[in-house]
């Protein structure tokens, strides 16, 4: 897919500014590029991140570093099982000298909020987000509160095979944009990490490079990203393929499709293009689709992973053939 115009001067800011908040990252959290370029996509498709994986690999590091590089309020929740949903959202309570109830906003009203553990919790609680991640609004005794945008939910979770964990509920899963996983270092970034981390924490030094507006400004540029008819179409095959797969009971649901796009949009802006190409799509398949599908009975028999469906499929439907802007 050719072009001959040249780059806009916003999406050239975009991805400077970008680059910085990457470096920033990547200054705590060695090795792991990909991982942070996912997460900077989901950030600037407005979207949430689910990072899944066992203890100790830096799941939260990796939360907290991307809310430190951008100066805006954080909150961290620590789910655990006796948590309650109005501990996240907030809850009304009565003012004595106003006689009047009063609002009391939870960790919830933050631009970026990270869930530690967020399968520790029960299913209830954890359904305490749905409303926000979607509708970024709250809802406390028939009174609805917006949420400040630009509004990230990060949450980290261990496998569901480890002791004291809950399923996420589907409902949950699926409105997560991206869910990466950290895995085992390199024994060379392993290394640098017992150099590095071993006095102190790099966190504990790391700034804020790009502020609330920045980032604003950023989603605003990346919505402008276009995407032609062709790739919108190529979409909805690849999301349609889930859903008739034999190898799948629960395929992909309309938002994926939706998430799908705007993560291609914010992948091909990181990349310095202002238009989406089918690569962008097949390069952000398995982190956005995975975790909403559920395999067959057969395909558990067989100890196919959905992201080995995702990958057949991809190989299986018809790319769109390049097109001039």
Same mark, same amino acid.
């Given at each position: 897919?050719?072009?001959?115009?040249?780059?806009?001067?916003?999406?050239?800011?975009?991805?400077?500014?970008?680059?910085?908040?990457?470096?920033?990252?990547?200054?705590?959290?060695?090795?792991?590029?990909?991982?942070?370029?996912?997460?900077?996509?989901?950030?600037?498709?407005?979207?949430?991140?689910?990072?899944?994986?066992?203890?100790?690999?830096?799941?939260?590091?990796?939360?907290?570093?991307?809310?430190?590089?951008?100066?805006?309020?954080?909150?961290?929740?620590?789910?655990?099982?006796?948590?309650?949903?109005?501990?996240?959202?907030?809850?009304?309570?009565?003012?004595?000298?106003?006689?009047?109830?009063?609002?009391?906003?939870?960790?919830?009203?933050?631009?970026?909020?990270?869930?530690?553990?967020?399968?520790?919790?029960?299913?209830?609680?954890?359904?305490?987000?749905?409303?926000?991640?979607?509708?970024?609004?709250?809802?406390?005794?028939?009174?609805?509160?917006? @949420?400040?945008? $630009?509004?990230?939910?990060?949450?980290?979770?261990?496998?569901? &095979?480890?002791? +004291?964990?809950?399923? *996420? #509920? =589907?409902?949950?899963?699926?409105?997560?944009?991206?869910?990466?996983?950290?895995?085992?270092?390199?024994?060379?970034?392993?290394?640098?990490?017992?150099?590095?981390?071993?006095?102190?924490?790099?966190?504990?030094?790391?700034?804020?490079?790009?502020?609330?507006?920045?980032?604003?400004?950023?989603?605003?540029?990346?919505?402008?990203?276009?995407?032609?008819?062709?790739?919108?179409?190529?979409?909805?095959?690849?999301?349609?393929?889930?859903?008739?797969?034999?190898?799948?009971?629960?395929?992909?649901?309309?938002?994926?499709?939706?998430?799908?796009?705007?993560?291609?949009?914010?992948?091909?802006?990181?990349?310095?293009?202002?238009?989406?190409?089918?690569?962008?799509?097949?390069? @952000?398949?398995? $982190?956005?689709?995975?975790?909403?599908?559920?395999?067959?009975? &057969?395909?558990? +028999?067989?100890?196919? *992973? #959905? =992201?080995?469906?995702?990958?057949?499929?991809?190989?299986?439907?018809?790319?769109?053939?390049?097109?001039?802007?």
């Amino acid at each position: 897919m050719a072009v001959t115009h040249d780059v806009p001067p916003r999406l050239d800011d975009l991805v400077a500014t970008a680059h910085r908040i990457r470096e920033a990252i990547e200054s705590v959290i060695e090795g792991k590029g990909d991982v942070v370029r996912l997460t900077l996509t989901v950030l600037l498709a407005e979207g949430h991140l689910l990072i899944e994986d066992v203890p100790g690999v830096g799941k939260t590091m990796l939360a907290k570093a991307l809310a430190r590089s951008i100066d805006c309020p954080v909150r961290r929740v620590q789910f655990t099982p006796d948590l309650l949903p109005s501990d996240i959202t907030g809850v009304s309570a009565y003012n004595q000298q106003t006689r009047e109830f009063e609002f009391k906003p939870g960790p919830v009203f933050a631009n970026i909020v990270v869930g530690d553990e967020i399968n520790r919790a029960s299913p209830k609680t954890q359904s305490a987000l749905l409303e926000c991640m979607e509708e970024h609004q709250v809802t406390v005794d028939g009174t609805t509160y917006r @949420l400040d945008a $630009p509004f990230m939910v990060i949450a980290t979770q261990n496998p569901i &095979e480890m002791e +004291g964990t809950y399923p *996420l #509920p =589907e409902a949950q899963r699926d409105r997560f944009t991206a869910r990466i996983a950290m895995g085992y270092p390199e024994p060379a970034a392993e290394l640098e990490m017992l150099d590095v981390h071993g006095a102190a924490s790099p966190i504990d030094k790391l700034e804020p490079v790009a502020t609330t507006a920045e980032v604003k400004a950023l989603i605003e540029a990346v919505r402008a990203i276009y995407v032609s008819q062709a790739i919108k179409r190529y979409a909805i095959d690849l999301v349609t393929a889930t859903r008739h797969s034999p190898d799948l009971r629960l395929g992909a649901s309309p938002r994926s499709t939706l998430q799908l796009v705007r993560a291609a949009r914010a992948h091909a802006a990181l990349a310095g293009r202002d238009y989406v190409i089918p690569d962008d799509l097949q390069a @952000l398949c398995v $982190p956005v689709l995975a975790h909403r599908l559920l395999p067959s009975v &057969e395909a558990q +028999g067989q100890r196919r *992973l #959905p =992201e080995q469906v995702i990958n057949d499929l991809v190989r299986r439907v018809p790319v769109p053939e390049a097109q001039a802007r």
